[in-house]
T-cell receptor, first 110, second 115 residues
Framework: EDKVVQSPLSLVVHEGDTVTLNCSYE??????LLWYKQEKKAPTFLFML????IEKKSGRLSSILDKKELSSILNITATQTGDSAIYLCAVVGGYQKVTFGTGTKLQVIP | EAQVTQNPRYLITVTGKKLTVTCSQN?????MSWYRQDPGLGLRQIYYSMNVEVTDKGDVPEGYKVSRKEKRNFPLILESPSPNQTSLYFC??????????????FGPGTRLTVL
């Protein structure tokens, strides 16, 4: 059975801090790993990482895939209150079956 | 505007009364999927479809049915809803799974309560 584990479950930081969120997976026939941000609505896409694209960056957010360790990290630098959300990691396996982790809840306080 | 739509957005029903949640996308995506989201359990895939007339079970298919007669629509059917199907449901679609094209676009969600 495919499995995705995220850590920590929740995190409280002060504005300006840097955070690192972790995602580890056990998936048959790995195709890609995706990061999403979920506020009080539907998840919104952040990054997709594959064997051919193991590092992505957009502004203060960046993500790296470690295929050897079967894991990924999502870094957020200079956090802002608007970064408060649940961050979801999902892995696409064989036949495009998608498995999500339970998410990391990030709260950024002023 | 490219989007995934779901209806209804909110639904309160009673045990055993058949219901359908519709999902439609206007991006010509081949892949569509249904998820349920529950506190502490995250998003769990119910069913997915890689193309018209092709559907597969996800992790939690029991109590649900789907159909994919047209590319744009992927309705979720609960033949006999039970209280343990009370949840937040999301429909999602994505382009074909070639190379990097696995990003999923999510609908706004349907909050279902079964009494």
């Amino acid at each position: 059975e495919d499995k995705v584990v995220q850590s920590p479950l929740s995190l409280v930081v002060h504005e300006g801090d840097t955070v690192t969120l972790n995602c580890s997976y056990e998936v048959t026939n790995f195709r890609s790993l995706l990061w999403y941000k979920q506020e009080k609505k539907a998840p919104t896409f952040l990054f997709m990482l594959t064997s051919s694209g193991i590092e992505k960056k957009s502004g203060r957010l960046s993500s790296i895939l470690d295929k050897k360790e079967l894991s990924s990290i999502l870094n957020i630098t200079a956090t802002q209150t608007g970064d408060s959300a649940i961050y979801l990691c999902a892995v696409v396996g064989g036949y495009q079956k998608v498995t999500f982790g339970t998410g990391t809840k990030l709260q950024v306080i002023p | 505007e490219a989007q995934v739509t779901q209806n209804p957005r909110y639904l309160i029903t009673v045990t055993g009364k058949k219901l359908t949640v519709t999902c439609s996308q206007n991006m010509n995506h081949e892949y569509m999927s249904w998820y349920r989201q529950d506190p502490g359990l995250g998003l769990r895939q119910i069913y997915y479809s890689m193309n018209v007339e092709v559907t597969d079970k996800g992790d939690v298919p029991e109590g649900y049915k789907v159909s994919r007669k047209e590319k744009r629509n992927f309705p979720l059917i609960l033949e006999s809803p039970s209280p343990n199907q009370t949840s937040l449901y999301f429909c999602a679609s994505s382009p074909p799974g070639r190379g990097d094209y696995n990003e999923q676009f999510f609908g706004p969600g349907t909050r279902l309560t079964v009494l």
